[in-house]
């Protein structure tokens, strides 16, 4: 009985964990979907919108939850210049271009943060940061609720965008077909940078969701995304119903095997399903055969 | 004529070896000397990653996992099992080679290219990293210490400089045979593998054979520079060897240097390397005290500043710089 506790325990942190991580792929994947590039500052960009978040708290004392208000248009409008001023004239329409690009972007984040805010390690104190809610046996930390809930219906609501709207039909069109979009009067730099401002934007929900619980340091970024990485080959490169599923997949080896093997160990089970995809299957479960 | 085109094709080599074998006559402090030795070996390390990702067009962003081996070869071999540097220096080399086979092998019969190959390439480095940080046998997180022997015979030397043109014997070696691998078939080959894969194969190139080989070579050379790392610091944990930081720093050296090209990777070292001490410096200077990262900083700028305007890295932009004067009247 109670291990059959320590293992549904286990399974629900992992799955909590898991909508976040799929938040943090969606972006990664959308973007993957529309440029064919995998923008490798992705993670140097949830670091920074992490280390935003504690400044919005530290210094002028808003609650990461309110922070969502104020940061997703700044990430939007960041990750929509980006894209439109530095990586696609930088890159000359070139993808392997767009891969150096995102690595140099990814390199100057990273440090940048570090050489502001050395490479201490820091967290927020809010006062529900250890709040639990009480299911049956188990006891799930709030905050983590909060997030499962939120990464979920941000990835809801994308795929509305997506779905629903002209800007994500133009977007839709842009990925499928660059050159008919053209043709049909679509703005193919615009929806570039659209997507991009979108990614960016998921990001700095999935800071706001994580920091009451998580602590940042300026590499804090890349552990997350060498995650987002394994998870979107794994649901199929731009697929996001692919990111979801994938996502809580990962969250839950992820819980599962660090109960069970250890932290050090259950990272080595990530890499290893990302690396067993990709020489398997690169297309991954959901993908659209390349 | 064929003498006189080898001779043409193979003298700058030599001038340039030999100009950087006299550097520590006239540059004698020990710091300049140690920073002369360091950018040899992440020369070599670049020349490595030039291979695979400068001639074909393959962009590896994990050769960490083969300076890691040929670090972590070097180090074993000496402290576990007792064998001579001089030899563990080739064993190490050849090791980075096996490793090289078997990613390359498994990642290229898979037909991953571009973002795929850099992903597979960032994951084994990683898994190695992982590994060897929690492996009593290759130290765990403690790292391995050579033992301090200063005697020729166990390739420490009293003279720094010794070490130093060793590196760059090294690096000239690699030198001459980017050329040879640029004049023969087998480069052009790779060339047409960078240029277009699937009119490659359709020419009859077997592009599996000659990716495989460049990826090897190219380990190979890199893992040569992770066993001269660890011989001249005598120390390394799994950070160090297999840490992002070689990955980045070797393929910035190529690309910045020009990539493809036979001295790309040794000029792209030196600029990188003296930007990032200038703007140590400057900055230590301007706040009063080290900047972590800043360095750093500046080598991605300068990473962005060469993919957007010169895409054939240092080398390109001063031979169109050239062409350019001479073609006004």
Known sequence: ?290 | MKTAMTQATYWPILLVGAALALLPLVLTTNATLNFLTFAMIITLAAQGWNIIGGFGGQFSFGHAAFFGTGAYAMALLQVRFAINPWLALPLGTALGGCAGGIIGYLSFRARLRGSYFALVTLAFAEILRIVANAWGFTGAAAGVLVPLRLDPVQMQFNDRRIFYWLALLLVVIVLGASRAIMRSRFGAQLIAVRENEDAARALGVNTLVAKLSALIISAAITAAAGALYTQKFLYLDASLAYGSWISVDALLGAIIGGPGTVFGPLIGTIVLLGLGEVTKTLFAQLTGGALPGVDLVAFGVLLIICVAFAPRGVIGAVRGAVGARSATP
């Open chain 1, 1 to 290: 009985m109670l291990k059959l506790d320590i293992f549904l325990s286990g399974l629900a942190n992992g799955l909590l964990i898991g909508a976040v991580y799929a938040l943090i792929s969606l972006g990664l994947t959308l973007v993957y979907g529309v440029l064919h590039i995998i923008n490798f500052a992705h993670g140097a960009t949830l670091t920074a919108a992490m280390f935003a978040v504690l400044i919005a708290h530290s210094v002028f004392g808003i609650d990461p939850y309110l922070a969502i208000l104020v940061l997703t248009p700044l990430f939007f409008g960041l990750g929509y210049a980006a894209q439109r001023f530095v990586i696609s004239p930088a890159s000359h329409g070139d993808d392997s271009n767009g891969l150096l690009v995102t690595l140099g972007l990814s390199i100057i984040i990273e440090n940048a943060l570090l050489a502001i805010f050395r490479s201490d390690t820091r967290s927020i104190d809010v006062a529900y940061a250890f709040s639990t809610v009480e299911i049956g046996n188990l006891f799930l930390s709030l905050p983590r609720m909060i997030a499962f809930a939120g990464a979920f219906a941000v990835s809801l609501a994308l795929w509305l965008v997506l779905a629903r709207t002209d800007t994500g039909k133009a977007i839709r069109a842009v990925a499928k077909e660059k050159a008919g979009a053209t043709l049909a009067g679509i703005d193919v730099d615009h929806i570039y940078a659209v997507t991009f401002g979108l990614s960016a934007a998921c990001l700095a929900i999935a800071a706001c969701l994580l920091m009451p619980t998580f602590l940042v340091n300026p590499r804090i970024g890349n552990s997350f995304v060498l995650v987002a990485f394994t998870i979107v080959v794994l649901g199929g490169m731009g697929s996001i119903a692919g990111a979801l599923i994938g996502g809580l997949f990962i969250g839950v080896v992820e819980s599962l095997s660090g109960l069970y093997f250890g932290e050090s160990l259950g990272q080595i089970g990530i890499f290893l399903i990302f690396i067993l995809v990709l020489l398997l299957r690169p297309t991954g479960l959901f993908g659209a055969r390349a």
